[in-house]
């Protein structure tokens, strides 16, 4: 799990070095990205048979063209016992600047890796594919507190393994705007 973990992580500064090092520019402008940390919870399952695990989600995103930003995550889920799951990926959100409504509403599509506890074996290296969005409140003019829905599909389960193959989470999240 320990090498899985250290690929995911490898993965994700191979994208976010040169999106940092591509934003320097970008970097001298207002609102040139965010920084955010989500806590929540990710539900899977069937209804009478529902499985809940706390959600733990950072991410750094540059914007790319107008309102559209691209970075890096990383999350985490604590599962039964001392189980937890790890991974992080490629991030894609737009954060659309409408003036005349009092909330600032976001989209977001990412993709990546996962170690999730398997139930027939150690750990399951998967891919994730999550698309969501949610609605933020400006608390001061660079932190905005967010509610989050993301709903995400989990590929690479082994046959006859009983891990849901998607599920949904539901989070709060702070988001500092970089300037």
Known sequence: MAHRFASALAALLLVTVPTVASAQSALTRPESGHLALALGAFASGEPGNLSVAPNLRAELAFNVIGPLAAGGYFETQLGAGDRFAAGGGLLFTVRP???????????????????????????????????????????????????????????????????????????????????
């Open 97 to 179: 600047n409408v003036e005349t409504f009092p909330v600032q509403p976001h989209f977001e599509l990412s993709g990546g890796r996962l170690d999730l506890p398997g139930a027939r074996q150690a750990a399951l290296d998967i891919w994730t594919v999550s698309l969501g969005g949610g609605l933020g409140v400006p608390v001061t003019g660079d932190i905005t507190i967010e509610a989050r829905v993301r709903h995400t599909w989990l590929f690479g389960l082994p046959a006859g393994e009983p891990a849901p193959n998607a599920g949904w989470t539901l989070a709060l999240a702070v988001a500092v705007d970089l300037r």
